[in-house]
């Protein structure tokens, strides 16, 4: 499905940044994971990916410097995942203003930092894919506590819609998913009453990146596009 294609995949240590390296790897691509997490130790579940951690890709100099490198090592890039994220929960008052700049920083501005970086790749291969992760939250009414969160997701979603605008001329196509709860160790231990089944494993998600990256999705972008599971 993925034969060959160069895929750069940040967050990639994560939950389902691991569920999406596993399948680009199995789906024949040549991936790079990319993360601010400290790259995992050689026998790791990343299998052949090449594992590039400490990187603060808020940062637009350390995205380039990453993606340079991923072309370098694999003689260009077709594609770029962008799942580096995070959640915090957190009334107006009680909170600190600081968190709003957080989620920004981490759900929005590595999003926008790293497609950036990708871009000239992307245009010299002649086409290619970007995907990212927004959330089903921010596409909904924002509840109590969700404000900072679902803000910074907005963001994601207005990124997609605007970048496909402008590169789709270019034969590049960028789509978002939107998640709802996904079945993470994480989730279950913060919410151990809920039914997880109804929840989204991340291999689900995996799938549907996967067929955005493939060339049947050619003709789709700008799409936002729930995976919700049963929620
Ligand atoms: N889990 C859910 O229920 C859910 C629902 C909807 C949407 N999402 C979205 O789905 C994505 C993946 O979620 P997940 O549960 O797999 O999260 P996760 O396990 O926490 O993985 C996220 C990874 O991104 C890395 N990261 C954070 N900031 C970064 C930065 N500035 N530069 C590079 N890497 C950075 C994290 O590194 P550190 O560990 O060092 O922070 C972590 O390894 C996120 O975008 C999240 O917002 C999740």
């Known amino acids: 499905m993925l034969n060959g294609k160069v895929v750069a995949i940040t967050g990639g240590f994560g939950q389902l940044g691991v569920a999406v390296v596993q399948g680009a790897l199995a789906a024949g691509a040549k991936v790079a994971a990319l993360d601010r997490a400290p790259a995992p130790a050689?026998?790791?579940?990343?299998?052949?990916?090449?594992?590039?951690?400490g990187l603060d890709l808020a940062e637009p100099d350390v995205a380039a410097r990453a993606l340079d490198e991923v072309a370098r090592k694999f003689g260009g890039l077709d594609a770029l995942v962008n799942i580096a994220g995070t959640f915090r929960w957190e009334e107006?008052?009680?909170?600190?203003?600081?968190?709003?700049d957080l989620l920004y920083r981490v759900?929005?501005?590595?999003?926008?930092?790293?497609?950036?970086?990708?871009?000239?790749?992307?245009?010299?291969?002649?086409?290619?894919s970007i995907v990212n992760i927004g959330a089903g939250a921010a596409a909904a009414?924002?509840?109590?506590?969700?404000?900072?969160?679902?803000a910074s997701k907005a963001g994601v979603a207005k990124l997609t819609e605007a970048l496909?605008?402008?590169?789709?001329d270019r034969g590049i196509t960028v789509?978002?998913?939107?998640p709802s709860t996904?079945?993470?160790?994480a989730n279950r231990a913060d919410m151990p009453k809920a039914d997880f089944s109804r929840w989204v494993a991340p291999k689900s998600i995996a799938?549907?990146?996967?067929?955005?990256?493939?060339?049947?999705?050619?003709?789709i972008t700008g799409a936002l596009i729930p995976v919700s599971g049963r929620v």
């Open 141 to 150: 009414r924002a509840a109590a506590g969700m404000g900072a969160y679902t």
């Open 175 to 178: 789509n978002a998913i939107l």
């Open 207 to 219: 799938d549907t990146i996967l067929f955005l990256l493939s060339d049947s999705a050619r003709d």
């Open 107 to 128: 759900n929005l501005r590595s999003a926008v930092s790293t497609s950036r970086a990708a871009l000239p790749h992307l245009t010299r291969r002649g086409g290619g």
């Open 42 to 53: 050689a026998a790791s579940n990343l299998g052949d990916a090449l594992a590039l951690g």
């Open 164 to 168: 496909a605008a402008e590169v789709k």
């Open 182 to 185: 996904i079945d993470t160790p």
């Open 92 to 100: 107006l008052e009680q909170g600190s203003v600081d968190t709003w």
